[in-house]
């Protein structure tokens, strides 16, 4: 399975912006998907995961306003719709997939990853 992130770039603060992850070489059937983020010297940390039914369990009740996970079963994708931007926001947003239909906070643990996608919030 190889997961693909979309949609990065320069966002200017206040801005919105929707990340893709789309799968190929495999499905997400069944599967749990999650997004987390890295800003340089950080830790990578959960942002929200969405189990196979849509059902979805935010890692950060701080981003849980502003940020919206949602799938396309039919499509192998899964989104993240980030709304009212900060430079805070800044980092590499990476896509992870799990075997099953389980969302562990801890990024160790999920079986496959993305490449990431930049997203720098500026003026």
């Known amino acids: 399975l190889q997961l693909v992130e979309t949609g990065g770039g320069l966002v200017q603060p206040g801005g919105s912006v929707r990340l893709s992850c789309v799968a190929s070489?495999?499905?997400?059937?069944?599967?749990?998907v999650a997004w987390f983020r890295q800003a340089p010297g950080k830790e990578r940390t959960g942002i929200q995961c969405?189990?196979?039914?849509?059902?979805?369990?935010y890692y950060t009740e701080a981003m849980r306003e502003r940020f919206t996970i949602s799938r396309d079963n039919a499509e192998h994708t899964v989104y993240l719709l980030m709304k009212r931007l900060e430079p805070e926001d800044t980092a590499t947003y990476y896509c992870?997939?799990?075997?099953?239909?389980?969302?562990?906070?801890?990024?160790?643990?999920?079986?496959?990853w993305g490449q990431g996608t930049q997203v720098t919030v500026s003026s």
């Open positions: 992870a997939a799990m075997s099953g239909d389980v969302c562990p906070p801890e990024s160790g643990v999920w079986d496959y």
């Open positions: 969405i189990y196979w039914r849509h059902n979805a369990r």
């Open positions: 070489n495999g499905t997400l059937d069944h599967r749990a």
